[in-house]
Protein backbone atom coordinates (compact mmCIF):
# COMPACT_ATOMS: atom_id res chain seq x y z
CA UNK A 1 0.00 0.00 0.00
CA UNK A 2 1.10 3.58 -1.12
CA UNK A 3 1.41 5.92 2.11
CA UNK A 4 1.07 9.39 0.72
CA UNK A 5 1.14 12.97 2.85
CA UNK A 6 -0.79 15.75 0.84
CA UNK A 7 0.05 19.63 2.81
CA UNK A 8 -1.96 22.59 1.78
CA UNK A 9 -3.35 25.34 3.80
CA UNK A 10 -6.34 25.34 1.20
CA UNK A 11 -9.06 22.78 1.98
CA UNK A 12 -9.91 22.87 -1.63
CA UNK A 13 -6.73 22.13 -2.87
CA UNK A 14 -6.64 19.20 -0.86
CA UNK A 15 -9.90 17.30 -1.87
CA UNK A 16 -8.72 18.02 -5.18
CA UNK A 17 -5.47 15.88 -4.89
CA UNK A 18 -7.24 13.49 -2.70
CA UNK A 19 -9.80 12.70 -5.26
CA UNK A 20 -7.08 12.53 -7.96
CA UNK A 21 -5.47 10.04 -5.90
CA UNK A 22 -8.28 8.06 -5.72
CA UNK A 23 -9.08 8.06 -9.09
CA UNK A 24 -5.83 7.04 -10.33
CA UNK A 25 -5.85 4.30 -7.91
CA UNK A 26 -9.59 3.08 -8.91
CA UNK A 27 -8.19 3.04 -12.44
CA UNK A 28 -4.57 1.41 -12.71
CA UNK A 29 -5.16 -0.79 -9.20
CA UNK A 30 -3.32 0.54 -6.69
CA UNK A 31 -3.85 1.15 -3.05
CA UNK A 32 -3.16 3.97 -1.17
CA UNK A 33 -3.36 5.32 2.24
CA UNK A 34 -3.75 9.72 2.28
CA UNK A 35 -3.30 11.52 5.24
CA UNK A 36 -3.75 15.45 5.00
CA UNK A 37 -1.96 18.10 6.74
CA UNK A 38 -3.24 21.91 6.77
CA UNK A 39 0.21 23.41 7.59
CA UNK A 40 4.28 22.64 6.52
CA UNK A 41 4.37 22.85 10.44
CA UNK A 42 1.96 20.28 11.50
CA UNK A 43 3.49 17.55 9.03
CA UNK A 44 6.94 18.18 10.28
CA UNK A 45 6.06 17.70 13.93
CA UNK A 46 7.07 14.65 15.42
CA UNK A 47 8.16 13.74 11.66
CA UNK A 48 8.51 10.08 11.38
CA UNK A 49 9.71 8.29 7.96
CA UNK A 50 6.55 6.57 6.86
CA UNK A 51 5.16 8.22 3.25
CA UNK A 52 6.23 7.21 0.59
CA UNK A 53 5.02 10.34 -1.40
CA UNK A 54 4.56 14.06 0.14
CA UNK A 55 2.60 16.53 -1.97
CA UNK A 56 3.85 19.63 -0.16
CA UNK A 57 2.29 23.29 -1.04
CA UNK A 58 5.08 26.25 -1.29
CA UNK A 59 2.89 28.82 -0.04
CA UNK A 60 1.49 28.12 3.49
CA UNK A 61 0.67 30.26 6.84
CA UNK A 62 3.07 29.10 9.61
CA UNK A 63 5.60 26.76 7.55
CA UNK A 64 6.19 26.89 3.56
CA UNK A 65 6.69 24.04 1.61
CA UNK A 66 10.27 24.72 0.77
CA UNK A 67 10.77 24.82 4.57
CA UNK A 68 9.37 21.59 5.39
CA UNK A 69 10.75 19.68 2.80
CA UNK A 70 14.76 21.27 4.17
CA UNK A 71 13.13 19.66 7.47
CA UNK A 72 11.91 16.25 6.06
CA UNK A 73 15.20 15.35 4.20
CA UNK A 74 17.36 15.84 7.81
CA UNK A 75 15.23 13.13 8.82
CA UNK A 76 14.37 10.72 5.66
CA UNK A 77 16.11 11.07 2.25
CA UNK A 78 13.95 8.58 0.66
CA UNK A 79 10.41 9.62 0.58
CA UNK A 80 9.69 11.00 -2.75
CA UNK A 81 8.98 15.27 -2.52
CA UNK A 82 6.62 16.73 -4.85
CA UNK A 83 5.96 20.52 -5.02
CA UNK A 84 2.79 22.20 -5.36
CA UNK A 85 2.89 25.81 -6.24
CA UNK A 86 1.09 28.39 -8.82
CA UNK A 87 4.69 29.84 -8.95
CA UNK A 88 6.59 27.80 -11.41
CA UNK A 89 9.91 29.32 -10.14
CA UNK A 90 9.80 26.70 -7.35
CA UNK A 91 10.24 24.03 -9.61
CA UNK A 92 14.57 25.23 -9.66
CA UNK A 93 13.76 25.76 -5.98
CA UNK A 94 12.85 22.03 -5.85
CA UNK A 95 16.57 21.26 -6.60
CA UNK A 96 17.97 22.05 -2.81
CA UNK A 97 15.40 20.18 -1.05
CA UNK A 98 15.94 16.88 -3.76
CA UNK A 99 12.06 17.49 -4.68
CA UNK A 100 11.55 14.10 -7.55
CA UNK A 101 8.87 16.53 -9.11
CA UNK A 102 7.24 19.43 -9.04
CA UNK A 103 2.69 20.60 -10.14
CA UNK A 104 2.16 24.16 -11.35
CA UNK A 105 -1.20 25.12 -10.09
CA UNK A 106 -4.28 24.49 -11.68
CA UNK A 107 -3.56 20.92 -11.85
CA UNK A 108 -5.46 19.14 -14.09
CA UNK A 109 -5.82 15.31 -13.57
CA UNK A 110 -3.83 14.29 -16.62
CA UNK A 111 -0.83 16.29 -15.55
CA UNK A 112 -1.60 14.81 -11.87
CA UNK A 113 -1.45 11.17 -13.18
CA UNK A 114 1.72 11.56 -15.54
CA UNK A 115 3.82 12.61 -12.63
CA UNK A 116 2.13 10.22 -9.61
CA UNK A 117 2.53 7.30 -12.15
CA UNK A 118 6.26 8.33 -12.22
CA UNK A 119 6.29 8.25 -8.41
CA UNK A 120 4.69 4.64 -8.51
CA UNK A 121 7.49 3.66 -10.64
CA UNK A 122 10.17 5.04 -8.39
CA UNK A 123 8.83 3.60 -5.35
CA UNK A 124 8.70 0.20 -6.86
CA UNK A 125 12.44 0.55 -7.66
CA UNK A 126 12.73 1.43 -4.14
CA UNK A 127 11.15 -1.39 -2.99
CA UNK A 128 13.61 -4.30 -1.03
CA UNK A 129 15.91 -1.50 -0.71
CA UNK A 130 15.00 -0.07 2.77
CA UNK A 131 12.91 -1.28 5.21
CA UNK A 132 10.54 0.34 7.93
CA UNK A 133 11.02 -0.17 11.52
CA UNK A 134 9.14 1.08 14.74
CA UNK A 135 11.45 2.00 16.75
CA UNK A 136 11.64 4.40 20.49
CA UNK A 137 11.77 7.38 18.00
CA UNK A 138 8.65 6.34 15.85
CA UNK A 139 8.66 4.38 12.74
CA UNK A 140 12.38 4.97 10.69
CA UNK A 141 13.31 3.78 6.90
CA UNK A 142 16.37 2.27 7.19
CA UNK A 143 18.41 1.52 3.87
CA UNK A 144 18.77 -2.60 3.72
CA UNK A 145 22.26 -2.37 2.91
CA UNK A 146 23.31 -0.51 5.36
CA UNK A 147 21.91 -2.75 8.15
CA UNK A 148 25.27 -4.92 9.36
CA UNK A 149 23.47 -7.20 11.82
CA UNK A 150 20.56 -7.31 13.93
CA UNK A 151 20.90 -8.46 17.78
CA UNK A 152 18.12 -9.72 20.47
CA UNK A 153 19.14 -8.01 23.47
CA UNK A 154 17.31 -7.94 27.01
CA UNK A 155 13.95 -8.24 25.30
CA UNK A 156 14.98 -5.57 22.67
CA UNK A 157 15.83 -5.32 19.07
CA UNK A 158 19.06 -3.47 18.11
CA UNK A 159 19.35 -2.91 14.08
CA UNK A 160 23.08 -2.01 13.92
CA UNK A 161 23.47 0.01 10.96
CA UNK A 162 26.82 1.37 9.20
CA UNK A 163 25.20 4.59 10.47
CA UNK A 164 24.12 3.95 14.16
CA UNK A 165 21.94 1.34 16.14
CA UNK A 166 18.47 1.21 16.24
CA UNK A 167 16.22 -0.06 18.73
CA UNK A 168 13.27 -1.60 16.94
CA UNK A 169 10.25 -3.15 18.36
CA UNK A 170 9.86 -6.60 16.47
CA UNK A 171 10.26 -9.91 16.67
CA UNK A 172 13.92 -11.74 15.68
CA UNK A 173 11.72 -14.27 13.36
CA UNK A 174 9.41 -11.45 12.15
CA UNK A 175 12.48 -9.38 10.90
CA UNK A 176 14.11 -12.21 8.91
CA UNK A 177 11.20 -13.17 7.48
CA UNK A 178 11.31 -9.10 5.77
CA UNK A 179 14.64 -9.17 4.67
CA UNK A 180 16.78 -10.75 1.59
CA UNK A 181 18.25 -14.08 1.32
CA UNK A 182 22.01 -11.97 2.68
CA UNK A 183 20.77 -12.07 5.94
CA UNK A 184 21.70 -15.13 7.76
CA UNK A 185 21.16 -16.40 11.29
CA UNK A 186 24.53 -17.48 12.81
CA UNK A 187 22.79 -18.67 16.70
CA UNK A 188 19.53 -17.40 18.26
CA UNK A 189 20.47 -14.04 19.28
CA UNK A 190 22.44 -12.33 16.01
CA UNK A 191 20.94 -12.06 11.96
CA UNK A 192 23.87 -11.40 10.20
CA UNK A 193 24.50 -9.38 6.65
CA UNK A 194 26.27 -11.58 4.72
CA UNK A 195 28.20 -8.78 3.18
CA UNK A 196 29.94 -7.67 5.96
CA UNK A 197 31.36 -10.98 7.04
CA UNK A 198 35.08 -10.77 7.13
CA UNK A 199 35.70 -14.23 7.44
CA UNK A 200 34.97 -17.32 10.44
CA UNK A 201 37.38 -18.13 12.96
CA UNK A 202 36.64 -21.67 14.40
CA UNK A 203 33.01 -20.64 16.13
CA UNK A 204 32.79 -16.80 15.55
CA UNK A 205 32.19 -15.07 12.20
CA UNK A 206 34.08 -11.85 11.59
CA UNK A 207 31.70 -9.41 11.02
CA UNK A 208 33.07 -5.37 10.13
CA UNK A 209 35.42 -6.25 13.17
CA UNK A 210 32.89 -7.64 15.55
CA UNK A 211 33.23 -11.51 16.50
CA UNK A 212 29.65 -13.29 16.65
CA UNK A 213 29.53 -16.41 18.04
CA UNK A 214 28.00 -19.20 15.68
CA UNK A 215 25.64 -21.92 17.63
CA UNK A 216 26.40 -25.86 16.55
CA UNK A 217 22.56 -25.88 15.61
CA UNK A 218 23.03 -23.20 13.19
CA UNK A 219 26.26 -23.77 12.26
CA UNK A 220 25.61 -25.85 8.83
CA UNK A 221 23.24 -24.10 7.85
CA UNK A 222 25.50 -20.72 8.45
CA UNK A 223 28.78 -22.07 6.55
CA UNK A 224 26.23 -22.91 3.62
CA UNK A 225 24.41 -19.37 3.60
CA UNK A 226 27.95 -17.90 3.57
CA UNK A 227 29.38 -20.30 0.43
CA UNK A 228 26.39 -19.55 -1.39
CA UNK A 229 26.40 -16.02 -0.71
CA UNK A 230 30.08 -15.92 -2.23
CA UNK A 231 29.70 -18.53 -4.95
Same mark, same amino acid.
Given at each position: ??????????? +????? $?? !????? #??? /? &? @????????????I???S???????????????????G?????????????????L?????????????????????????????????A??? +????? $?? !????? #??? /? &? @??????V?????????????I?????????V???????????????????????????????????????????L????????T?????A????
Amino acid at each position: MLRIALVDDDK +ESLAL $LK !GYITD #FCR /E &N @GECAHVECFNDGIDIVSDYTAEFDVIFLDTAMKHMDGLSAAAYIRKKDKNALIVLVSKDAHYAIKGYTVEAFSFLLKPINYFTFSREFARCI +EKIKD $LQ !GKYIL #FST /E &N @GIDRIPVDKIVYIESQNHKMIVNTTEKPYVVYDTMKSLESKLPKNFSRCNNCYLVNLAFANGVHGEYVLISGKELKISRSRRKTFLEDIAGFYA
